[in-house]
């Protein structure tokens, strides 16, 4: 198992998150205990340290099964981390209710890391609000040793992870984003690691292989890569990439059986980084994958001036390309929840004015249209 340095401690590169853990009857609230704690014995025998959770993960049975598997081990010899759960703004004022009811959950008397969890624009005024006392609370609880590192988790924009950097980023000690080679140019994933580097933030990684996504390419995709390097796995290469990344500290993936665990141990028994050749291809093949979804603008915004509604034309089609990239997912939904109803895909009214003037030709209309439609289900 590699190992990185984090402050004073090690960590296994490898970290076992526990979102996607076996289930029963294809419940997701029913999580296979039995499974769990083979693959928990598993990793930790295998030298993984790290464990990731969350309240709302397995409709809230997470951080009990994942404390449950842990609690056979010394609490030295993991590190536990689990998040305070800001997508739901219902729970902006509970902080220290639901931090209180997460230790007891784990059955732990401190977490090692835990996080600001999905800061995005749904959320972020609410999270620098300090009528709700959420920031000076948790730094309470750093204080008192009852959280060891702080940190935050972000699915929010550029403009999203930097505002809330102007804010807390004196404090935060690691920070958590989806990166993978398909978001490192989809979603401005290299803007964010950058940003994360002025601040001297390590990165934390979610979502390695694009839920699921990236651990099976099309023939032709697989061949390329396999002319590369005949011996790597397809799944391998997602986590070379990130290899390739400086700043990347944790690598996060939420495993669902025994068999994608051992795997992915094996893959993290040694570095072996893309070289240029290796990489630029891999960046190429992401960016064929997702022209095949994604409408080609440029964010010229000449469309916003000419739109009555004056509707963020450029932001829309950033979240349609995402949503249709992902075949559904959240955090198109999660971001528009932000905007209001005038401001919204629906809003448009289909009169073309905005296609006039629009360099790619893109037919917008449609793809509002469209968007909605795939919004409704």
């Known amino acids: 198992m590699i190992y990185k340095e984090f402050q004073d401690i ?4 490898l970290g076992l998150g526990a979102m996607r853990l076996p289930v029963m009857d294809q419940d997701y609230a029913k999580i296979d205990e039995v499974a769990t704690q083979k693959m928990v014995d598993y990793a930790m025998a295998q030298g993984v340290n790290y464990y990731d959770t969350a309240w709302g993960y397995h409709e809230g049975n997470s951080e009990p099964a994942i404390g449950k598997a842990l609690s056979k081990y010394p609490r030295e010899s993991y590190y536990l981390a689990t998040k305070f759960p800001g997508y739901d703004l219902t729970n902006m004022d509970k902080a220290p209710e639901i931090f209180e009811q997460q230790l007891k959950r784990c059955g732990v008397e401190y977490f090692d890391f835990y996080l600001f969890h999905n800061v995005c624009e749904m959320n972020i005024d609410a999270y620098l609000d300090e009528r709700y006392g959420i920031y000076p609370y948790l730094m309470k609880q750093k204080n008192a040793g009852r959280i060891r590192h702080l940190g935050f988790s972000v699915h929010g924009t550029y403009d999203i992870t930097k505002r809330f950097l102007e804010s807390y980023g004196a404090d935060m000690e690691f920070c ?5 080679y398909i978001d490192w140019e989809f979603q401005d994933a290299k803007a964010k690691v950058e940003l994360l580097k002025e601040y001297d933030i390590p990165v934390w990684v979610m979502e390695p292989l694009r839920g699921g996504k990236l651990s099976a390419l099309s023939a032709e995709n697989t061949e390329k890569l396999k002319e590369l390097r005949s011996d790597e796995s397809i799944p391998a290469w997602a986590f070379r990439f990130l290899q390739t990344i400086p700043g990347v500290t944790m690598v996060l993936s939420g495993m669902s059986n025994l068999e994608q665990l051992e795997q992915n141990i094996r893959t993290f028994a040694e570095e072996k980084p893309l070289n240029m050749q290796e990489l630029t291809t891999l960046l190429k093949l992401a960016d064929s994958m997702t022209k095949k979804t994604a409408l080609p603008c440029t964010a010229c ?7 009555p509604k004056e509707l963020d034309i450029p932001w829309l089609l ?30 448009c009214i289909g009169c073309q004015s905005c296609e006039s003037v629009c360099p790619q030709q893109i037919k917008i209309s449609e793809a509002m249209s469209d968007f909605v439609r795939k919004l409704n289900g």
């Open 301 to 307: 915004r000449y469309c916003v001036g000419h739109c």
């Open 318 to 347: 950033e979240l349609y390309n995402e949503h249709s990239f992902t075949g559904d997912g959240f955090i198109a939904p999660m971001a528009l929840m932000a905007l209001p109803s005038e401001k919204q895909p629906g809003a």
């Open 176 to 180: 958590q984003i989806q990166l993978n």
């Open 10 to 13: 090690k960590l296994s590169a």
